[in-house]
């Protein structure tokens, strides 16, 4: 039987030389870890003698503790009832969050994605919501990445007999109520305690598949076990640079039921995700350990903070390996042009990924949308359109952004931030009903457009004309840059 250990006792192990910690009702010592900790050692002396857990809690799976601590370095556990009447001074963050989600609008007055990322916006502490609304540099792909939508026009056709209306459909051979998955995106603990089980939750309840990331805040375990019998989950990979680490994943990810494996191939090294990183230099200065090489991952915001063991060797010829380990269907995530898509059919994958990682890479990347149409055109001049899907995600925010991405040959498509914002705010509940908005909007302009179920969708249905002309002038959108937060010099930025 464990020890139970007061908190006067663990406050008194306070020092750099002897440091305890609480994490989840355990007390930890760390003085050997500190020096190795990846995210150097001012996140723990902060938390010296006190409990960790709140901010531990969103960038860490609940396993990491047993799988890289001794178990000789719990010391027993916390005396709960006591820690409880321990005073926590609320800081100031802490107060204009809580008294912000006091005053957040009801769910039933939320009427588009917008609004949820608005109301995040202000409930969100602000390294959560700079590691989630960040994308590289200026920022301007990640804009793109939705106003790119605006230079395609519907054809509308009427007369057309759309009393029954069905949006379900199929991608890599599983169902879904809408050509739409929720995917991966990391840290869900940062806007939510249940992290991505909030998303599993909702996909369960609407019939809609979830992409679990590599990185998220949440056990993948955890994630799995919270999904229905019948409910469809694909995995994303950051391919680890040992590879034995990815093989073992892999597989226990296929015996756990995976149906598609996304291997994330944007991600030689990551973007200048400038918010992000600005956020995390203004909180805490350069670790004094920093001549170690830690002080590059504190000062990289919390994406580089979590992302050093990706692969920056992953090519082409790694996909007949990972053929080699899982029967999956694999597909490439992050293809940004008409040759590479045409490479990885060639290479035996089942399926790509248009996608430029939501704007946080490569500024002035162009937008999945934009060259959907070429990507589908080479596939098809190369016979390698059949049994090939094509997937897009970016900037997608409307039931009419949908509908265009499928009419110009996407199987389905990805939304990530507005589902992060939709459970920041309003936990499963506002994943929900993000979902029934897409349904009701997606629904809606089949109707408009004179077509009852997605096989009637095709490419006469859009007018791309423009699609390519990035000075055309397009319909100003208030309600996105409303949402959107304005980069900021450093002089004046409030991160």
Not at 17 to 32: A, E, F, P
Not at 143 to 155: G, L, M
Not at 418 to 426: E, I, K, V
Request: aromatic share 8%; proline share 5%; with cysteine.
């Amino acid at each position: 039987m464990s020890r139970v250990i007061s908190p006067e006792e663990v406050a008194q192990h306070n020092q750099k030389n002897d440091i305890w910690v609480i994490i989840h009702g355990k007390v930890y010592d760390l003085t050997q870890f500190l020096p190795e900790h990846p995210g150097g050692q001012k996140i723990i002396l902060k938390y010296a003698g006190k409990d960790a857990t709140k901010a531990f809690e969103p960038i860490h799976p609940p396993d990491i503790v047993d799988r890289f601590l001794a178990p000789e370095v719990c010391m027993g556990s916390i005396d709960l009832e006591k820690l409880a009447d321990v005073k926590v001074e609320e800081s100031e963050e802490d107060k204009q969050v809580r008294l912000a989600r006091e005053r957040m609008p009801r769910l039933d007055e939320m009427y588009n994605s917008f609004d949820f990322e608005t109301v995040a916006r202000s409930v969100l502490k602000s390294d959560a919501w700079a590691y989630y609304s960040s994308g590289s540099d200026d920022e301007i792909t990640m804009r793109e990445n939705h106003n790119a939508f605006h230079r395609i026009w519907f054809r509308p056709r009427v007369m057309v007999n759309v009393k029954e209306v069905d949006t379900s459909t199929t991608m890599l051979g599983s169902p879904a109520s809408l050509p739409l998955y929720v995917t991966a995106t990391a840290l869900g603990k940062l806007g939510h305690p249940d992290g991505e089980v909030v998303f599993t939750k909702a996909c369960k309840s609407r019939g809609i598949i979830q992409m679990i990331p590599t990185l998220a805040s949440c056990s993948f375990d955890e994630i799995v076990t919270a999904a229905g019998p019948d409910q469809t989950q694909w995995l994303q990979l950051y391919v680890n640079s040992n590879r034995e680490v990815s093989e073992k994943f892999v597989r226990h990810a296929e015996a756990r039921g995976m149906k598609g494996l996304f291997i994330t191939a944007d991600a030689p090294q990551l973007g200048h995700r400038e918010k992000d990183m600005r956020q995390k230099y203004s909180q805490e200065e350069p670790d004094e350990i920093a001549r170690n090489g830690t002080t590059v991952v504190r000062d990289q915001g919390a994406a580089r903070a979590i992302s050093n063991f990706i692969d920056p060797s992953l090519c082409w010829d790694d996909v007949a390996w990972f053929k080699s380990i899982t029967k999956m269907p694999i597909l490439i995530k992050g293809i940004q042009t008409a040759q590479d898509a045409v490479l990885a059919a060639k290479y035996g994958c089942q399926g790509v990924v248009l996608s430029n990682h939501g704007g946080r890479q490569l500024d002035f990347a162009p937008s999945a949308i934009e060259i959907l149409a070429e990507v589908m055109e080479a596939l098809k001049r190369e016979n390698l359109d059949q049994g090939f899907e094509v997937y897009i995600d970016g900037g997608i925010r409307r039931g009419s952004d949908m509908f265009k991405a499928i009419a110009l040959g996407a199987k389905g498509v990805g939304i990530g931030r507005p589902f992060l914002y939709a459970m920041s705010s309003y936990g499963v509940e506002g994943v929900e009903k993000l979902l029934d908005l897409f349904k009701d909007e997606f629904e809606m302009v089949m109707r408009f457009m004179g077509v009852t179920k997605i096989s009637d969708i095709t490419p006469d249905m859009v007018d791309i004309r423009n699609i390519k002309d990035h000075f055309v002038s397009n319909p100003i959108d208030y309600l996105s840059q409303t949402a959107y937060e304005r980069m900021q010099p450093r002089g004046i930025s409030k991160l």
